[in-house]
């Protein structure tokens, strides 16, 4: 899971790649090479963006 620092739902698209790329090597080593998927549907904290890796 990453967490936009900032309380606001909508980040910049620069941002959200950021939060991607950041997540990445983590997802990848976590999940052990099976797929995965970013998702930023944000459920229970609708103000405060944030994004998960789920296993595909």
Excluded: T
């Excluded at 983590?26 to 789920?54: C, L, N, S, T």
């Amino acid at each position: 899971m990453v967490v936009w620092r900032v309380h606001h739902p909508s980040p910049p698209q620069d941002v959200r790649a950021l939060l991607v790329d950041s997540l990445a090597p983590v997802a990848d080593q976590f999940f052990e090479g099976r797929g995965w998927y970013y998702d930023d549907h944000m459920r229970k904290i609708p103000d405060h963006y944030h994004g998960h890796a789920r296993v595909r």
